[in-house]
């Protein structure tokens, strides 16, 4: 080959977790009766709980946003206010609200591209997003405009969409310009029209009649401010829990099972729901005045029962977040500096931030050169685990009567509800009936 | 944008690199109209980086069964990607999916080849396993061959009636 003198130019974006990992589902029934249902989650986060040991801290939020390629910017926000907790610093002020405004982002294209892709092709009759797509080309462009809109702020305040690298313990490298962000404004206009659109498209989707009680779990903004949740609060729950994130292990446990590599948890010992049907049935009361009409409109009530109304509640959400995402841009004023000083020291921190699939934890202890001696992480879809497996045991001994390769598919589409991280959890769901 | 190389996958996943490496070996040694880009996955990102190429070559790991290094290539226009470019759930969206996304939105680059290199490890860590490296060596300079410095959207296909190369 002939190296030719002229230049070309180069676009490089760094790497994510690629989809991985094997999931399976090992269902049990003896003559009608659903004996077990075991739901195996690959877990890259024990993988990364090892390695941290003995890097310095302000690695962490870098290194764990490896973890997912769908949420990196969850991981970066649990590790930040974990760190900052370890050292005893806060960020206020517009650096807190840049945060929020970048988790918003992160909200926006993770939901828009479940909703669309992953979600609406099984109420539709398809059997993926790509088949959906031949029918339903303009629906299928909205959602692929929306991911955009929400990779554009990402790539604004994170300097890219995937594993943004602006973001450091104490805030961010670098401030974007106040030009580049008033810029964002139209843009984010757009995207909430296209957000209504979307709730108004979902909310007239065939629902499945099916009522799941189970405890919900979300962040609960407590004092002055009255926030939908993002990166701050007490744990609440629908069954009384209020509890700080600082005593999360006291009340959550996870446990090893020797069906799977993943632990599972627990919440005093019970199964709990996370994510946006749980912030959503815990904090209605904090949306965007047009998020709650367009979600009365939608006929969600003040609690969502009904797993398969999660893509509603999805919609909902990426309303809020464009709202909340205008907000933040039209009250911007520029800090003196991107970030707050951090400087290490010997203690343990804690930190439990909303990712767009639920509450995902952190704890690090450091040493007094701030090398991290050990570090815990509970992600969204592994506390979801024990609830699923809870909703696929009803829903199987429903549906014995399915040849096994329906039934397959039909367990596939229940997950889906849980919109699980592909990083993190199924993959490829291998259904083992064993029926005797 | 005239002509795009795109290497699609992870390079902390061992061979799932072998995309990126291909992109790597071609940075700056192609002309000026051909960008040379690498991506992690995901559909929505693949359909975004081939908006407005008249001609793109996307290379891709593939886990088969086939033997480690085994090269495939495909003509994207001429139908839809074997099931081995395909994840089995429809959670994870690559190249294929991409492909078909962009077919049904009307989307499709003119011309599309798709070349896929057999990994052997898609592991925790960096760096190809030897068959691979040997693999993506060889699709770097089929790769180059396929972008004609004259004529962007001509090139000369040279595979077996397989894909094989």
């Known amino acids: 080959m002939n190296a030719l003198p002229k230049k070309t130019r180069t676009l490089e974006v760094d790497c994510l977790a690629r989809v991985e990992g094997e999931g399976g589902l090992y269902v049990k029934v003896r003559g009608d009766r659903v004996e077990d249902v075991k739901l195996r989650i690959f877990e890259p986060p024990r993988f990364f709980e090892a390695f941290l040991r003995g890097r310095r801290f302000t690695e962490a939020p870098d290194l764990t946003a490896r973890i997912c390629g769908i949420c990196p910017v969850a991981y970066q926000m649990s590790a930040c206010h974990a760190i900052e907790e370890a050292c005893g610093v806060t960020v206020g002020g517009p650096l807190r609200e840049l945060r929020r405004l970048l988790y918003c982002g992160e909200w926006i294209e993770s939901h828009a591209l479940h909703i669309y892709l992953l979600h609406a092709p099984d109420f539709l009759g398809y059997e993926s997003g790509i088949h959906m797509a031949a029918d339903h080309a303009e629906e299928v462009q909205r959602g692929l405009e929306l991911k955009k809109i929400g990779n554009e702020i990402m790539t604004l305040l994170g300097g890219r969409s995937i594993h943004p690298i602006n973001v450091r313990v104490g805030g961010f490298y670098r401030l974007p310009a106040q030009r580049e962000l008033k810029n964002l404004i139209d843009r984010l206009e757009h995207g909430l029209a296209l957000s209504l659109d979307t709730v108004r498209w979902v909310a007239r989707f065939p629902f499945p009649d099916f009522e799941q009680a189970c405890e919900t779990v979300a962040l609960r903004s407590s004092g002055e401010t009255e926030e939908y949740p993002l990166n701050e609060g007490r744990l609440v729950s629908s069954h009384g829990l209020d509890l700080a994130v600082a005593d999360y292990e006291s009340r959550f446990r996870e446990e090893h099972v020797a069906h799977s590599n993943a632990l599972v948890s627990t919440l005093d010992g019970r199964p709990y729901l996370v994510g946006p049907v749980a912030r959503y049935n815990l904090n209605a009361d904090r949306l965007s005045p047009l998020a709650r009409e367009m979600a009365e409109a939608a006929g969600l009530g003040p609690v969502c029962r009904n797993p398969f109304q999660s893509i509603v509640v999805r919609a909902v959400e990426l309303v809020f977040a464009f709202e909340e995402a205008l907000r933040i841009l039209r009250a911007y004023e520029e800090p003196d500096r991107p970030a707050v000083d951090v400087e290490p020291r010997a203690g343990t921190g804690t930190g439990c931030t909303e990712a767009p699939r639920g509450i995902l934890y952190h704890r690090y202890r450091l040493d007094a050169e701030g090398l991290i001696q050990e570090a815990r992480i509970v992600p969204p879809t592994s506390q979801n685990q024990k609830q699923i497996e809870a909703d696929l045991r009803s829903f199987v001994a429903a549906h014995l009567d399915l040849p096994d390769d329906r039934l397959t598919w039909q367990c596939e589409q229940a997950i889906r509800n849980y919109d699980p991280c592909i990083s993190c959890a199924t993959h490829f769901l291998k259904l083992e009936m064993d029926r005797s | ?165």
């Open chain 2, 1 to 165: 944008m005239a002509a795009l190389i795109l290497g699609v996958g992870n390079p902390l996943r061992r061979d799932d690199g072998a995309g990126a490496a291909v992109a790597g070996r071609l940075a700056g040694r192609l002309p000026g109209h051909v960008t040379v880009a690498a991506v992690p996955g995901g559909a929505a990102e693949i359909l975004a980086a081939l908006q407005g190429a008249a001609q793109a070559i996307l290379v891709d790991a593939t886990s088969s069964g086939a033997p480690p290094g085994t090269v495939r290539r495909f003509d994207a226009a001429a139908g839809p990607l074997p099931a081995s470019f395909a994840r089995a759930s429809s959670h994870g969206l690559g190249v294929a999916e991409a492909v078909e996304l962009a077919r049904a939105l009307g989307q499709l680059p003119p011309h599309l080849v798709v070349y896929g290199i057999e990994g052997e490890d898609f592991g925790m860590g960096e760096g190809l396993t030897p068959a691979v490296v040997a693999a993506m060596e060889r699709v770097a300079e089929a790769v180059a061959r396929d972008i004609d410095a004259a004529n962007p959207v001509h090139y000369d296909v040279v595979h077996g009636e397989d894909g094989g190369l």
